[in-house]
């Protein structure tokens, strides 16, 4: 049995999330939405397992890890749905399709499908998983070569192909937007991005069987609030609610 986590962790968390709480009621009041719209993902990429339990007893029920391997150990530990567990695991990072298999059993959904070879790969493994995974499109609507996710133009074409995947629930599209250095590059720079991933949504929406585009997975802990007020429905947000990481 998992000890429980230290009590002033649990507050620090719950004194951070109250905070975070306001900005997005603030951020959606902004732009006439509502926070039930929003799902928070609470990344808890590089943070030991304790700091997932005192999320837990905070309140929070969904979170992202980027690589395999840290979902592994923390979904077998604290289990999402797919592992009879009552919160959720987003993978939100880049997968290989070599780990494809340990996706498909341990991740409640999937943030960064890029290519037609992984899903092609993915699909047989949540086949043999008897399941079907809830996935977003990863798109780099940065165009910066250090990001993953398929080019803005490919978008369609790729879509069209994720039809032949029964086993994989194409809900939304994901995006990272390039880093910002000032309050003015939010508006310069990111937010058009933003506005760009909901531009697709919209466009591609309609046109293809093989995905309703409802959910958009955008907005980090540095451009969270832009993100809601260019139709963000997944934010991903990790220092802003347990500081900074060790590594």
Same mark, same amino acid.
């Given at each position: 049995?998992?000890?429980? =986590?230290?009590?002033?962790?649990? $507050?620090?968390?719950?004194?951070?999330?109250?905070?975070?709480?306001?900005?997005?009621?603030?951020?959606?009041?902004?732009?006439?939405?509502? =926070?039930?719209?929003?799902?928070?993902?609470?990344?808890?990429?590089?943070?030991?397992?304790?700091? #997932?339990?005192?999320?837990?007893?905070?309140?929070?029920?969904?979170?992202?890890?980027?690589?395999?391997?840290?979902?592994?150990?923390?979904?077998? @530990? #604290?289990? *999402?749905?797919?592992?009879?567990?009552?919160?959720?695991?987003?993978?939100?990072?880049?997968?290989?399709?070599?780990? @494809?298999? $340990? @996706?498909?059993?341990?991740?409640?959904?999937?943030?960064?499908?890029?290519?037609?070879?992984?899903?092609?790969?993915?699909?047989?493994?949540?086949?043999?998983?008897?399941?079907?995974? =809830?996935?977003?499109?990863? #798109?780099?609507?940065?165009?910066?070569?250090?990001?993953?996710?398929?080019?803005?133009?490919?978008?369609?074409?790729?879509?069209?192909?994720?039809?032949?995947?029964?086993?994989?629930?194409?809900?939304?599209?994901?995006?990272?937007?390039?880093?910002?250095?000032?309050?003015?590059?939010? $508006?310069?720079?990111?937010?058009?991005?933003?506005?760009?991933?909901?531009?697709?949504?919209?466009?591609?929406?309609?046109?293809?069987?093989?995905?309703?585009?409802?959910?958009?997975?955008?907005?980090?802990?540095?451009?969270?609030?832009?993100?809601? $007020?260019?139709?963000?429905?997944?934010?991903?947000?990790?220092?802003?609610?347990?500081?900074?990481? *060790?590594?």
């Amino acid at each position: 049995m998992l000890a429980s =986590p230290p009590e002033l962790l649990v $507050e620090a968390i719950q004194q951070r999330l109250e905070s975070v709480r306001e900005r997005i009621e603030n951020a959606c009041a902004r732009v006439g939405r509502r =926070p039930e719209e929003l799902t928070l993902v609470a990344v808890t990429k590089a943070f030991p397992l304790e700091v #997932v339990q005192a999320a837990v007893a905070a309140g929070l029920t969904d979170f992202g890890e980027n690589r395999v391997q840290e979902l592994i150990t923390k979904s077998e @530990a #604290v289990p *999402g749905e797919v592992l009879g567990g009552a919160i959720r695991w987003h993978l939100i990072g880049p997968l290989q399709r070599n780990k @494809a298999k $340990e @996706a498909a059993r341990c991740a409640d959904s999937f943030h960064a499908l890029d290519s037609l070879r992984l899903a092609e790969t993915l699909n047989r493994r949540a086949e043999l998983a008897n399941r079907i995974v =809830p996935c977003m499109v990863q #798109v780099n609507v940065s165009g910066e070569a250090t990001k993953s996710g398929v080019a803005p133009e490919n978008l369609p074409e790729l879509l069209d192909g994720l039809g032949a995947f029964d086993s994989l629930n194409i809900t939304g599209l994901m995006t990272l937007a390039a880093p910002a250095r000032s309050d003015a590059e939010l $508006e310069t720079v990111v937010r058009p991005q933003f506005r760009r991933l909901r531009e697709l949504a919209e466009a591609n929406d309609a046109g293809h069987s093989s995905s309703q585009l409802r959910h958009l997975s955008m907005g980090m802990s540095g451009d969270f609030e832009v993100a809601i $007020e260019e139709g963000a429905t997944h934010i991903r947000l990790g220092s802003v609610l347990f500081g900074a990481r *060790g590594r």
